[in-house]
């Protein structure tokens, strides 16, 4: 079977965690057993999240006073791919050929999501030192509480321009890491590829590399046991088994579980007999096997 599974940037690093990379190795290798069981029976595609390590990143970029000016965020996601592709390489090593493949994904530069900045990235600043840094590097900064923060668009991807190679990879025999955050976000002219200052959501990546690797399933793990009713209330209910449209009718929320339901129902709805789920990266196994999490079909 072909799966595609995502993973949560905090699968590696929680909030709290002092950002080392000793900590975020621990929390991998505690997950890589279940994925590297997976790898052994599937063709396996990796997709993973990186915003913890991103806004890192950009943190260390931002204070490096020998720099004129930070490194562009689409020049850090490559980073982040890289990095995170080389630990699961080393920890799912024991389960065959392991390829991270540097992601480009291409947004449509007129893609609404440009009007409206939204996701937050890097670290925290007071008024003064909010509005230097907006006027020096053409940031669009917003509040985060009593900070400010700066904030970038977070267009759909709609295409992926390493999938050939991935296919490839697939039929081959190799498990494969590719579009880490959402991949680099590019857009495409006559000139070829340009990057553009944009987070593009994992799961949405994820859902466009399942879909156009005809994968039979697309899994997104995370930090719950799968999709709540009255999530945090009196009422909390896991849905079990549920069909795309069930799932419309159940407000979620944008920031967290919202993207990861639209990008399974989409697959889902995209072609006969396919499959999502949605679970806990602790019970992965449990998850693609149909006997844990919320069951999409």
Same mark, same amino acid.
């Given at each position: 079977?072909?799966?595609?599974?995502?993973?949560?940037?905090?699968?590696?690093?929680?909030?709290?965690?002092?950002?080392?990379?000793?900590?975020?190795?621990?929390?991998?290798?505690?997950?890589?057993?279940?994925?590297?069981?997976?790898?052994?029976?599937?063709?396996?595609?990796?997709?993973?999240?990186?915003?913890?390590?991103?806004?890192?990143?950009?943190?260390?970029?931002?204070?490096?006073?020998?720099?004129?000016?930070?490194?562009?965020?689409?020049?850090?996601?490559?980073?982040?791919?890289?990095?995170?592709?080389?630990?699961?390489?080393?920890?799912?090593?024991?389960?065959?050929?392991?390829?991270?493949?540097?992601?480009?994904?291409?947004?449509?530069?007129?893609?609404?999501?440009?009007?409206?900045?939204?996701?937050?990235?890097?670290?925290?600043?007071?008024?003064?030192?909010?509005?230097?840094?907006?006027?020096?590097?053409?940031?669009?900064?917003?509040?985060?509480?009593?900070?400010?923060?700066?904030?970038?668009?977070?267009?759909?991807?709609?295409?992926?321009?390493?999938?050939?190679?991935?296919?490839?990879?697939?039929?081959?025999?190799?498990?494969? =890491?590719? #579009?880490?955050?959402?991949? *680099?976000?590019?857009? !495409? /002219? @006559?000139?070829?590829?340009?990057?553009?200052? &944009?987070?593009?959501?994992?799961?949405?990546?994820?859902?466009?590399?399942?879909?156009?690797?005809?994968?039979?399933?697309?899994?997104?793990?995370?930090?719950?046991?799968?999709?709540?009713?009255?999530?945090?209330?009196?009422?909390?209910?896991?849905?079990?088994?549920?069909?795309?449209?069930?799932?419309?009718?159940?407000?979620?929320?944008?920031?967290?579980?919202?993207?990861? =339901?639209? #990008?399974?129902?989409?697959? *889902?709805?995209?072609? !006969? /007999? @396919?499959?999502?789920?949605?679970?806990?990266? &602790?019970?992965?196994?449990?998850?693609?096997?149909?006997?844990?999490?919320?069951?999409?079909?």
């Amino acid at each position: 079977m072909r799966v595609v599974v995502a993973i949560g940037g905090n699968a590696l690093l929680e909030r709290g965690d002092t950002p080392d990379a000793e900590t975020q190795r621990k929390r991998l290798a505690a997950a890589a057993p279940a994925l590297r069981a997976l790898a052994a029976e599937h063709e396996l595609v990796l997709v993973h999240g990186n915003g913890p390590q991103v806004g890192m990143l950009a943190v260390e970029s931002e204070s490096d006073t020998s720099l004129t000016r930070p490194y562009p965020l689409s020049d850090l996601v490559a980073e982040s791919q890289g990095l995170i592709g080389s630990w699961l390489q080393q920890d799912l090593a024991s389960a065959g050929h392991v390829v991270t493949v540097v992601t480009h994904v291409v947004v449509d530069e007129s893609d609404p999501a440009f009007e409206a900045p939204s996701k937050f990235i890097g670290g925290t600043y007071d008024d003064d030192l909010g509005h230097r840094l907006a006027s020096r590097h053409g940031w669009t900064m917003r509040r985060d509480g009593k900070a400010w923060r700066r904030v970038v668009a977070s267009p759909r991807p709609v295409e992926v321009v390493e999938l050939p190679v991935a296919a490839t990879l697939l039929e081959a025999g190799a498990t494969v =890491v590719m #579009a880490g955050g959402g991949g *680099v976000p590019v857009t !495409r /002219g @006559r000139d070829g590829l340009r990057t553009i200052d &944009a987070v593009i959501d994992k799961d949405y990546a994820a859902g466009l590399v399942a879909d156009r690797l005809g994968a039979d399933l697309l899994v997104v793990l995370t930090d719950v046991d799968g999709v709540m009713t009255d999530f945090g209330g009196p009422g909390e209910t896991l849905l079990h088994d549920v069909s795309p449209d069930e799932l419309d009718q159940i407000p979620l929320p944008a920031g967290s579980m919202g993207p990861k =339901v639209t #990008a399974a129902t989409a697959f *889902v709805r995209g072609g !006969r /007999g @396919r499959r999502a789920a949605i679970g806990a990266l &602790a019970h992965a196994e449990r998850v693609v096997a149909a006997t844990a999490g919320t069951q999409i079909r």
